[in-house]
């Protein structure tokens, strides 16, 4: 049980806990942060959590085609 607590709880908006390249705090609103999780089969190379990010111009006009996977 606590293994599929810590994999499937996401987490919303807030600021990166890393700094992440390609992020521009000014422009950028953290959207959510997807853990890695075998048991949901979701990971990025090297295990890492999945960050989606969103212009804070296309998050206000309620545009999300241009969603960006940080992190690398």
Known sequence: RDMAARETAASMGGRPDIALFGFDDELDALLCVLPASA???????????MIVAIRKADLATGDFSRLRLLGD
């Not at 048991?39 to 959590?49: F, H, K, T």
Request: zero cysteines; a positive charge; proline letters at 9%.
């Open 39 to 49: 048991l949901m089969n979701r990971a990025r190379p090297g295990g890492r959590d």
